[in-house]
């Protein structure tokens, strides 16, 4: 249940499928934490959120997650503030095969998607475990579900958002904790992420793919998870349907 002071964080909401969340949680009369490095673009979110939503309170925190120090001084900063939903959306990927892969960009990502999202959901469920109505919602993709030729490390990187957000909804309710932990897993998303994975300044969707998703249908399909019992929630590459389910990994 919401409180009048609840706030829901999402990390990489500056662009894509984040901005488009932050849009979505608005609607719902959640105050907002907005995390990305550019500034401008998160001011210019939180304008267009607040013409239509003049009484939330939204924070923005410019911060380069790409520093473990940044991530840690990030959360505690938001001590003051009362997190119901957590969402670990910043992150890249890479299209290379793996002999050509820049190394440095691949720590990098290494880095953001899968230590970023452990440190800040780690401290999160410290904090929030027994709070009623909590939610840790992570970002994996359809490629954190199965590998994708050219995109082997960031695939990889995405299986392990996948198992550990799954296995950290299996341990939360084992132990009969209150938050709920989810995964989100995204295909073809038109986005900032082709640009970034390409390293190009434009990158033709209809090019590479002959079907995708807007952020502003993902942004919808996380709702749908967002609202429901489940904790996984796909896109399938057959259809293009997105389906909610249970953990989909053994155990
Ligand atoms: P996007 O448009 O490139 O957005 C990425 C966001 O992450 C931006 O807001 C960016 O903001 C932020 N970010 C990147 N590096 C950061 C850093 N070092 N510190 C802080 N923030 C950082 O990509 P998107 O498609 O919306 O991606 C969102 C999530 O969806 C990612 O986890 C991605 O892996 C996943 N996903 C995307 C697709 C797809 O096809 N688009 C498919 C499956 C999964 P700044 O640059 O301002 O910092």
Same mark, same amino acid.
């Given at each position: 249940?919401?409180k009048?002071?609840?706030?829901?964080? &999402?990390?990489? %909401?500056?662009a =894509?499928?984040g901005?488009? /969340?932050?849009? *979505?949680?608005?609607?719902?009369?959640?105050? #907002? @934490?907005?995390?990305?490095r550019?500034?401008?673009?998160?001011?210019?979110?939180k304008?267009?959120i607040?013409?239509?939503?003049?009484?939330?309170?939204?924070?923005?925190?410019v911060?380069?997650?790409?520093?473990?120090?940044?991530v840690?001084?990030?959360?505690?900063?938001?001590e003051k503030?009362?997190?119901?939903?957590? &969402?670990?959306? %910043?992150?890249? =990927?890479?299209?290379?095969? /793996?002999?050509? *892969?820049?190394?440095e960009?691949?720590?990098? #990502? @290494?880095h953001?998607?899968i230590?970023?999202?452990?440190?800040?959901?780690t401290?999160?469920?410290?904090?929030?475990?027994?709070?009623?109505?909590a939610?840790l919602i992570n970002?994996?993709?359809?490629?954190?579900y199965?590998?994708?030729?050219?995109?082997?490390?960031?695939?990889?990187?995405?299986?392990?958002?996948?198992?550990?957000?799954?296995?950290?909804a299996?341990?939360l309710?084992a132990?009969h904790n209150q938050?709920?932990?989810?995964?989100?897993?995204?295909?073809?998303?038109?986005?900032?992420f082709?640009?970034?994975?390409?390293?190009?300044k434009?990158y033709?969707?209809?090019?590479?793919?002959?079907?995708?998703?807007?952020s502003?249908?993902?942004?919808?399909?996380l709702?749908e998870l967002y609202?429901?019992?489940?904790?996984v929630g796909?896109?399938?590459?057959?259809?293009?349907?997105?389906?909610?389910?249970?953990?989909?990994?053994?155990?």
């Amino acid at each position: 249940m919401k409180k009048a002071k609840d706030y829901t964080c &999402i990390t990489g %909401a500056s662009a =894509g499928i984040g901005a488009e /969340v932050a849009k *979505q949680f608005a609607k719902l009369g959640h105050n #907002l @934490i907005l995390v990305a490095r550019r500034q401008e673009r998160l001011e210019k979110l939180k304008q267009e959120i607040l013409t239509n939503n003049p009484d939330l309170d939204i924070v923005i925190k410019v911060t380069d997650l790409s520093d473990t120090d940044n991530v840690v001084e990030l959360y505690e900063s938001l001590e003051k503030y009362h997190i119901i939903t957590l &969402i670990n959306n %910043a992150g890249f =990927g890479n299209y290379d095969k /793996v002999e050509d *892969q820049d190394l440095e960009k691949t720590v990098m #990502l @290494i880095h953001l998607n899968i230590e970023v999202l452990t440190i800040l959901s780690t401290l999160y469920v410290r904090d929030y475990k027994d709070c009623k109505g909590a939610q840790l919602i992570n970002l994996s993709s359809r490629g954190g579900y199965m590998l994708v030729q050219n995109a082997v490390t960031y695939c990889a990187s995405k299986f392990y958002v996948s198992a550990f957000t799954e296995g950290l909804a299996l341990e939360l309710k084992a132990n009969h904790n209150q938050l709920k932990a989810k995964v989100l897993a995204p295909a073809a998303t038109k986005t900032e992420f082709g640009q970034v994975a390409t390293d190009s300044k434009a990158y033709d969707y209809d090019e590479h793919f002959t079907k995708y998703h807007t952020s502003k249908e993902m942004a919808q399909f996380l709702m749908e998870l967002y609202h429901s019992d489940k904790v996984v929630g796909l896109v399938d590459v057959t259809n293009f349907e997105f389906h909610l389910s249970e953990p989909l990994f053994d155990h």
